[in-house]
């Protein structure tokens, strides 16, 4: 077997393309996003520029914010609440990680609800555990976009989220639950990891390690979302960018699998735009 690659950027450019027509008639007034970096992590900047080039082309006016590595707590909330209260900022989010010693629940706290578009403050997390509408996660919301654009059968598959965080795996989790799928949970932490992802039907990979999911972790014509954004090391691709999924094993075995680059990601990125502007309509304008 082939697996069909998942082509997460043509969605996305869709995606980024129909915000662009909402947003055209209203270039005088345009929904605003905040983004806050604390400290100089590289990858950080990186993932902070691409977000601020995506508002641009979709007509969302952008607002950075940078804070240096030596900022406190209070220093940060200060800024956060200064943007809470701005009447041109619809959405606020602040880049993780924090830097360590940071208190980063704290931080979030601080977000107005309804101005949390990465939708990782308490109020809009248990919105979603409870099922009520509210911002949900870019990542994850991303992976069930891209689950139901490719007519992924969710509806009593059994889906396998390797990965808890906050970000991705509890909410994502949450999500393929309300979609009647049935979930297994697994980290770093599991014992027999191989054990667990091989019963998956759909396989999400979010734990931040190079190319671990290989071929024979994988049932033959399963789904596989690779969330993991790696720098490869070593060897001749060394500074490109790999997966947490083996891509030239698992194509073999996988009936769809998502590239990295080019998969998840630029879906994350299409969610934002998209929780930004539903952040503007909702408020006041
Ligand atoms: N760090 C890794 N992913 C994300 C994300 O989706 N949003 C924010 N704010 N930080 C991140």
């Given at each position: 077997m082939t697996a069909e690659i998942m082509n997460g950027s043509g969605l996305a450019a869709k995606l980024r393309e129909d915000l662009r027509t909402e947003l055209a008639p209203f270039q005088a007034s345009p929904p605003g996003l905040a983004v806050v970096l604390v400290g100089a992590d590289p990858a950080s900047a990186v993932y902070v520029k691409h977000k601020i080039r995506a508002c641009e082309e979709v007509g969302i006016r952008s607002i950075h914010v940078s804070l240096p590595a030596t900022a406190t707590q209070e220093q940060i909330a200060a800024e956060i609440r200064r943007l809470n209260a701005a009447r041109d900022v619809h959405g606020i989010l602040v880049q993780l990680p924090?830097?360590?010693?940071?208190d980063t629940l704290a931080a979030l706290a601080e977000i107005d609800p309804v101005k949390d578009?990465?939708?990782?403050g308490a109020l809009n997390q248990g919105r979603l555990v409870s099922g009520l509408p509210g911002f949900r996660p870019c990542t994850p919301a991303g992976v069930m976009h891209m689950l139901q654009a490719g007519n992924v059968?969710?509806?009593?598959a059994h889906a396998v989220v390797l990965g808890r965080s906050l970000i991705v795996g509890k909410p994502l989790a949450t999500l393929l639950l309300a979609a009647d799928a049935s979930v297994t949970v697994c980290h770093s932490r599991s014992a027999d990891i191989g054990a667990l992802t091989r019963l998956a039907d759909i396989l999400v990979v979010a734990v931040g390690r190079a190319r671990m999911i290989t071929a024979d972790m994988v049932k033959p014509g399963a789904t596989v979302i690779d969330v993991g954004i790696n720098r490869?090391?070593?060897?001749?691709?060394?500074?490109s960018l790999c997966g947490d999924v083996d891509f030239e094993s698992v194509r073999r075995v996988a009936a769809r699998l998502t590239p990295v680059p080019g998969g998840v990601g630029p879906m994350t990125i299409a969610m934002l735009l998209r929780n930004t502007v539903d952040a503007w309509h909702r408020q006041a304008r």
């Open positions: 924090l830097p360590s010693g940071m578009v990465d939708g990782f059968p969710l509806a009593g490869v090391q070593q060897g001749a691709l060394a500074g």
